[in-house]
């Protein structure tokens, strides 16, 4: 989570920078909305964190639910 939320807020910083860059402003102009970038896809990171792991809950419970199906399937075969 925490490498995940740090990686997306680096992203951040750099969109600033290439922001400034692209309007030729000097890169260091603003440091309260390097912060702000920062957060706002911090933010956004962990809520893709917490996404991906409910989507691996849900397929480790849906893989539990198939291999209980294929089981019950292959023994009800071997008795008929």
């Known amino acids: 989570m925490l490498f995940n ?3 997306f807020a680096g992203f951040g910083l750099g ?3 290439f922001q400034l860059g692209l309007q030729k402003r000097p890169v260091a102009s603003g440091p ?11 933010a956004f990171g962990y809520l893709a964190d917490g996404w991906e792991h409910s989507q691996r809950e849900m397929i480790a419970e849906k893989q539990g639910l198939l291999r209980q199906r294929r089981e019950e399937r292959d023994a009800a075969a071997a008795t008929a």
């Open 15 to 17: 969109v600033r920078a």
């Open 32 to 42: 309260v909305a390097y912060l702000l970038s920062a957060a706002g896809f911090g």
């Open 5 to 7: 939320t740090l990686g």
